[in-house]
């Protein structure tokens, strides 16, 4: 009789993407095969994850499960996964009662990740106790233990209490990772928050860890009005500001245009508005009358306002006003002429000469017509006096 002899069945890999797996998942394996699993010559699908392909059937340690619903081989992620495993995972057909290594092939691009830890999560700050103010900086760090050695691609969120977690951009330094907050501008009592960091790395493991920083009651200033936003260069830059958290401020207010060096305000030009307090304890106001600088730009500038630190008082946060700086206007000269003589100009808003004279004029005539009538009054009664005086004496007469 003739033997036939069959084809013997082939693997082969499909295209597929980086995949990331934790301790437990399971693995769809990217391969298809021409084996029928109804063939009377029977095969299991072995696969081995290391650096190296085996050179032995016995290499082949795993088995992979086979799914006749789906037709897709799966593998199940390690229980325990101590390091990143990046090795690749070779795989074979192996015939069953065989020692015959039967097509196999290569699989790349499929990682397993270790559990992520946050190690020593803490305030970069040496002292425990230290008290920030509002709007100031809180530089945070911390170590992990995570996929591929990097927390910055591992979605670094941070949360403040109950509040939306928060991206960050972290800065690696040696095996340290650091990142800032900066605390919230109104601060009206002394108070504790918790600060959530979370990473999660590539297989979507997440981790978590708490820090605790504490905040001081701060003044808090905030905008109330300006007489106007637009201004020529060298006006002075009316604004009122409430301040509150305190009964009154300690610290000098300090001023500056984009962002340059802040300038102290002179107390002259500052004026404390208490006639717009009531007995409900509104915050305090405070007009401030700011010089605009020389050689400022034209067009929109910022304009920073705060209030210094004082003895028994933290900086207060800063407010912000945009303010547009326009060049001053200069009258145009007028040509002398013998038939038109150059006009004296006027105060801008007021009157001139000839209209001023006019009115002095006016309010003189005006007395003059008063002090006449006055007088002709007081004559005519005298007179009408007189009258009956020397009427009353002819009366009395005897004859």
Known sequence: GVTLLL??????????????????????????????????????????????????IDGYIN????????????????????????????????????????????????????EPKILSFKDSNQNDNYQYSAEQTVSLEFEAKIFDDDATIAQPQYQIEKDNAVDIILEKKGSKYTFT?????????????????????????????????????????????????????????????????????????????????????????VTTLSKFRNILADPVSYQLSIPSPENIQEGENTLEVKLAQGNDQPESNVVSQKITFVKAANPEPVDPTPEKPIPTPSPKGGLSGGQ????????LLGIVIIVLIVYFVFCKKSQEKSSEELEDSGSGVEV
């Open 181 to 269: 907050y900066t605390t919230k501008e109104n601060i009206p009592k002394d108070e504790n928050i918790k600060i959530t960091l979370t990473l999660t790395d590539k297989a979507g493991q997440s981790v978590s860890k708490e820090v605790v920083i504490h905040l001081r009651t701060s003044p808090h200033i905030y905008l109330f009005n300006s007489d106007k936003s637009e201004y020529s260069t060298g006006d002075v830059i009316v604004l009122v500001i409430k301040f509150e958290n305190f009964d009154s401020r300690e610290g000098k207010f300090m001023y500056r245009f984009n962002k340059d060096d802040f300038k102290e305000l002179d107390d002259s030009k």
């Open 356 to 363: 001023i004279a006019g009115i002095v004029f006016g309010v």
């Open 63 to 114: 088995e992979a499960t086979y799914d006749q619903q789906n037709h897709q081989y799966t593998i199940t992620a390690p229980n325990s996964i101590d390091s990143d495993d990046k090795n690749p995972i070779y795989i074979a057909l192996i015939k069953t009662g065989s020692d015959e290594i039967i097509s196999p092939q290569k699989i790349e691009n499929i990682f397993y990740c270790i």
């Open 7 to 56: 084809p013997l069945p082939t693997l082969s890999i499909l295209e597929h993407p980086i995949s990331y797996f934790k301790h437990g998942d399971p693995v769809t394996l990217p391969v298809s095969t021409n084996w029928n699993q109804n063939d009377k010559e029977q095969y299991s699908l072995k696969f081995v994850k290391q650096q190296h392909p085996p050179s032995e």
